[in-house]
């Protein structure tokens, strides 16, 4: 029996308005998660996997989730990558944090966030950091969705949300980020 493939793929129901991408260094073994708020009813972390039609597809702990077993053999996965999927129109006002979970090494690691509307494909926003420490907060700019499920602006944001580790003594380092130039100039339509 030959099957369309084509045809099977249509089939399967992927459904996505917006997703939001953390990515660091492969090699890394530090855990650097991703969380998101706004109008939903709670945050979006590794410990709330889903919030209203936003879902946290992966929660990547770096190297040590990265494994995978082929033929009886360990294989080790390189990539590190959190990926959250708003999978249907859910209006409203968003926010994002980045937090450092766990800094296992000494050398400082690169990310990149990375904000996608899916339909049609543009990328409003995408921010390049470095974090040095344990129980960083990185505060990212907010976005505003509308109806059709589409990015209508990117705003600066002073929302810090992102929850510390239990036991930690100090309150973390909490970095603010104004909105790039790039993001400026689709978030007021190129003024």
């Not at 650097?32 to 709330?48: A, E, R, Y």
């Not at 990310?111 to 960083?136: G, R």
């Not at 990015?151 to 909105?179: C, Q, S, W």
Request: avoid cysteine; proline fraction near 5%; aromatic fraction near 10%.
């Amino acid at each position: 029996m030959m099957v369309n493939l084509e045809t099977k793929r249509a089939d399967i129901p992927s459904k996505a308005e917006i997703i939001v991408l953390l990515e660091w260094d492969d090699e890394s073994i530090d855990d650097i998660d991703l969380w998101i708020t706004g109008d939903m009813p709670k945050p979006l972390s590794w410990q709330i996997k889903q919030s209203g039609y936003w879902h946290l597809d992966r929660d990547d702990l770096g190297q040590s989730n990265d494994t995978a077993v082929i033929d009886g053999e360990t294989m080790i996965l390189k990539y590190n990558k959190e990926v959250a999927t708003m999978r249907g129109n859910m209006p409203g006002d968003f926010f994002i944090n980045v937090h450092v979970y766990a800094k296992k090494e000494k050398n400082p690691v690169k990310f990149k966030v990375t904000l996608i509307d899916v339909n049609p494909y543009s990328e409003p926003l995408q921010i390049n950091e470095i974090a040095t420490e344990q129980a960083q907060v990185f505060v990212l700019p907010g976005f505003s969705v509308d109806g059709d499920g589409n990015i209508t602006k990117v705003f600066h944001n002073d929302k810090h949300f992102a929850a510390t580790r239990t036991g930690m003594k100090e309150i973390p380092d909490v970095l603010y980020f104004e909105i790039p130039n790039k993001v400026r100039q689709f978030a007021t339509g190129g003024e």
